[in-house]
């Protein structure tokens, strides 16, 4: 990894002709976690259009 720094540092790395590429953005993430009484703990952060995440719990 050094080596790369080094021969790379305050460059642009080459990508391959094909080389392509996808821009993840989420909007809506969900945490679920499940228990024996069944009441499993459920919080939702939907991404607001103040970009900002809210956040919600869903269950118990």
């Known amino acids: 990894m050094n080596e790369f720094e080094k021969r790379f540092a ?10 392509g590429r996808y821009i993840v953005k989420p909007y809506l993430v969900e945490f679920w976690q499940g ?7 459920r919080i939702q952060y939907p991404f607001e259009n103040n970009n900002e995440w809210k956040i919600e719990r869903l269950a118990p």
């Open 35 to 41: 228990r024996n009484n069944r009441l499993h703990d």
């Open 10 to 19: 305050g460059k642009n790395i080459p990508r391959p002709a094909n080389w």
